[in-house]
């Protein structure tokens, strides 16, 4: 009799565990449980097809400069004697503007005009100071005129200028520091330097801007290869800028795709 109560007991046993685990089974399958199982077994054909047909795009980046050795141009003596600057106003001077005299031995003042549009690079001389005809009075930045190719000039290391082939194209971002305006661009490589350049040419190429030819240095491993490029298409308009030597701009290239799986396990 024992023994019949035991076993009536466990089937008991048994058959509340049955009916527990058809109520969980109900449960998961309610309607919101199939969509979730929906929505993740779509994401999983979703990301399958992505990985058999997508594909990664490589880019590789640069910090390039508006080509200071094209767009600069030194202001000289027109005449030998005192000279003293007078008409420098914020940096800047404009084509035919008067900004200062020479008095020379004789007597006779003779004015200082500026051939060309730029911002002040450096003064290269001393208020009434005694100058020699041709002598170097200011160093100037000049504005590049956006209806001519801009040259545009960076350094790169010899295993990254393989990714900027001559006639590729890169796209161009700059941002002018004085009006706040963004330009979006493309540039074509024109050149490229078969031998190292010196730290004495990256500094001329980006108007001595030492923390540019210190990242140069650093991302080239002490080894920069000068990459030459022009802007044929420089943006005009309201929301534009001139460009000028020494304007710092970002250079980005896609060179290259990947296959999503490649790139999982490490492939190129």
Do not use: C
Request: net charge negative; proline share 4%; no cysteine.
């Amino acid at each position: 009799m024992t023994e019949t109560k035991t076993h009536d007991a466990v089937s008991s046993t048994r058959q509340q565990k049955q009916k527990n685990d058809l109520e969980n089974i109900l449960e998961t399958t309610k309607p919101r449980g199939w969509w979730a199982l929906g929505f993740i077994s779509l994401s999983i054909v979703i990301v399958g097809i992505w990985a058999i047909l997508a594909s990664i795009p490589q880019t590789t980046a640069a910090t390039g400069v508006v080509n200071s050795l094209v767009y600069t141009s030194d202001l000289t003596a027109p005449a030998t004697g005192n000279v003293v600057l007078t008409g420098i106003t914020g940096g800047s001077i404009s084509a035919g503007a008067t900004i200062g005299t020479i008095t020379t031995d004789t007597g006779t003042t003779v004015p200082v005009v500026a051939k060309r549009t730029g911002e002040i690079v450096s003064v290269e001389i001393n208020q009434n100071s005694y100058v020699e005809l041709g002598d170097t009075l200011l160093r100037v930045s000049l504005v590049a005129d956006p209806s001519s190719p801009i040259k545009v000039i960076t350094f790169l290391g010899q295993s990254t200028i393989q990714r900027y082939p001559l006639g590729a194209s890169v796209d161009v971002s700059v941002t002018d520091a004085v009006s706040g305006h963004s330009v979006y661009t493309t540039a074509k490589v024109v050149d490229e330097g078969s031998t190292p350049s010196s730290e004495d040419t990256l500094n001329s190429t980006n108007g001595n801007l030492n923390v540019l030819t210190n990242e140069w240095l650093s991302e080239s491993s002490g080894s920069p290869f000068a990459v030459l490029l022009e802007i044929d298409n420089w943006p005009t308009g309201d929301s534009s800028f001139s460009p000028y030597g020494g304007l710092v701009v970002d250079l980005s290239r896609t060179y290259d795709t990947v296959h999503p799986i490649s790139w999982l396990f490490g492939g190129r």
